[in-house]
């Protein structure tokens, strides 16, 4: 590119991180779904940044960037990877073609990676309040069914009470 690389500059509309953006979207088929530019660090006594580029299908493509524009490492799904090709930003073919490499492997491990996606164990919180075992419900159960009884058999007390005071004001009208 033409014009000179700081690092300090660096952002998620960086002219220079959207055409990343855009050849990998390119060779990979696939949206990126979002850019994530970390703080400056020090890495071996050299300035360092990171870009995480997070794919529509979940992967994710790290690179660490160099006070010059060259990319240092590269990390995929968290898992550091070789460089192939030297990604130097003063030669752009060179940079297009490692990035073009990096999507066949990202490419290539999209399978491997859906798998390992499908196999991952969900863990559901467990309530506050632990859920009673089955002997207590039924004791509870027990005890709401003796209650319910009881209500019932004075419900009944007080209708037969009422049925034999209606009959007795029918018999003293006759």
Sequence with gaps: MAKKFV???LSDQHEFILKIKEI???ATKQAVAFIAVDKLSKKAGVAVRTV???F???QTLSL???TDGDVIQTKLNNKAIPLSKVMDYDKMSDFTAGLEDLALKLKAN????NIKRQ???VIVPRAKNPSLSVKKRIQLARERLAEMEEVLAKKRALLAKKKEDLSVIKGAAA
């Design 119 to 121: 196999n991952a164990k």
């Design 7 to 9: 690092l300090a500059e």
């Design 24 to 26: 990998l979207a390119k």
């Design 110 to 113: 999209q399978e491997k990676f």
């Design 56 to 58: 529509e299908e979940g």
């Design 52 to 54: 995480t580029i997070t």
């Design 64 to 66: 660490v960037f160099r």
